[in-house]
């Protein structure tokens, strides 16, 4: 089997005990730091964003317990100043007011934005537009995502929410806009429905904590950027349970046409900094 086929989802799951790097080395070197154009409205981001959110719920994670506000914001001050320039926070992770205190030092329009909603209803939408604005000090959201989609039919109980959505964008108070997917059904309607420009999907090669096999959701996403839609991966760390295999994790997201990005959210300045070395490495790694 050649690489191209492989990556068709040939293989259920890539075995980590013995990880086939030749079939994902590329022939030159991806950088977080490199600039890719998501989905139809051509949001230029970082090949890596700066996750928010480990163990997010409840409004905090593991970057607002473990660093508090100023600490947090150095962080994402740091990823900034070593040309990471895509921020990934949500209203569920707590960390608004970390990213307005990072934005005190940063140019609100050198970095990219994304924010998650659980707003269903437009007048719930509109309320978290306007909140959000405020948490953050900021006049525009780059990428807001309806947060966490499960049933098959969202695009229908959560229509009002994609409507204020949709009239956010030509306002200009939204840049785009999409969902982020935690089941297959979900998933596929997000592949299916026009209203969605941006998807967050999950995808790692041992399959742990994703939607489905790994073939499948490949085949899912390969729907999407059909349609033109724009593609940020996420748990490509398995949720922090491949945490032991971040080369093998990193080499194989690296490898997927079907990722335009990724996200991953370091805890540390030392986990950032080990991440942008390992990406250009692991992209190669024969």
């Known amino acids: 089997m050649n690489r191209r086929d492989f990556l068709r989802g040939g293989a259920a799951a890539v075995s980590l005990a013995a990880f086939p790097y030749h079939l994902y080395a590329g022939g030159a070197k991806k950088f ?171 995808l790692n090669p041992a399959q742990v904590a994703m939607d489905a096999a790994v073939p499948t959701v490949v085949s899912v996403l390969k729907e999407m950027k059909a349609a033109s839609k724009g593609i940020i991966g996420m748990k490509i760390l398995g949720a922090g349970r491949l945490r032991n295999r971040v080369d093998e994790c990193l080499q194989y997201a690296l490898a997927q046409d079907v990722l335009d990005c990724f996200t991953i959210g370091s805890e540390s300045r030392a986990e950032f900094e080990d991440l942008l070395q390992k990406i250009p490495a692991a992209s190669v790694r024969g």
């Open 32 to 202: 977080a730091t490199d600039r890719v154009t998501l989905g139809p409205m051509k949001v230029e981001v970082t090949r890596l964003a700066m996750g928010t959110g480990t163990s997010g719920v409840g409004g905090s994670s593991n970057q607002t317990r473990k660093l508090g506000l100023k600490g947090f914001a150095e962080l994402l001050k740091a990823s900034y100043d070593q040309g990471v320039t895509f921020w990934d926070s949500a209203d569920q992770y707590g960390t608004h007011p970390h990213l307005k205190e990072a934005l005190k030092s940063v140019p609100r329009d050198k970095v990219v934005i994304l924010t998650k909603t659980h707003a269903t209803t437009d007048k719930e939408m509109r309320a978290d537009l306007d909140r959000f604005r405020r948490e953050l000090g900021v006049d525009y959201l780059d990428i807001v995502l309806l947060h966490c989609m499960m049933d098959a039919d969202w695009n229908k109980r959560r229509r009002g929410a994609m409507d204020v959505l949709a009239e956010a964008r030509e306002r200009k108070i939204v840049r785009t806009h999409g969902v982020s997917c935690h089941t297959l059904e979900a998933l596929k309607t997000a592949a299916r429905e026009p209203w969605v420009q941006v998807d967050l999907a999950r």
